[in-house]
Nanobody, 119 residues
Framework: QVQLVESGGGLVQAGGSLRLSCAASGRTFSLYDMGWFRQAPGKERELIGITAWSGTKTYYVDSMKGRFTISRDIPKSTVYLQIGSLKPEDTAIYYC????????????WGQGTQVTVSS
């Protein structure tokens, strides 16, 4: 399986922006779809979006469209999540995950990075 390490979280004021990174290692990065998820305190983990293994397509959950942008740098084996106009309700642990292309289950997960948005 691919190993994933997120970084870039922290404490941010509302209205600010943040870019999270997820570095992958262990397998060929370009053979995996990459997803970003988040889990707020007391809530279930939710999907933000998925970028395809080829890097040519990205899907966003409807509620996440507009302020969240996922991108991937294949040579660097890294996927990014840009979050704009941060709100206190964006406070959560953000996770990246990988699934082999042409499959449906995310099998590899990072440890998560905490994002806290102050009002």
């Amino acid at each position: 399986q691919v190993q994933l390490v997120e970084s870039g979280g922290g404490l941010v004021q509302a209205g600010g922006s943040l870019r999270l990174s997820c570095a992958a290692s262990g397998r060929t990065f370009s053979l995996y779809d990459m997803g970003w998820f988040r889990q707020a305190p007391g809530k279930e983990r939710e999907l933000i979006g998925i970028t395809a293994w080829s890097g040519t397509k990205t899907y966003y959950v409807d509620s996440m469209k507009g302020r969240f942008t996922i991108s991937r740098d294949i040579p660097k084996s890294t996927v990014y999540l840009q979050i704009g106009s941060l709100k206190p309700e964006d406070t959560a642990i953000y996770y990246c995950a990988a699934r082999p292309r042409y499959t449906t289950d995310f099998r590899s997960w990072g440890q998560g990075t905490q994002v806290t948005v102050s009002s």
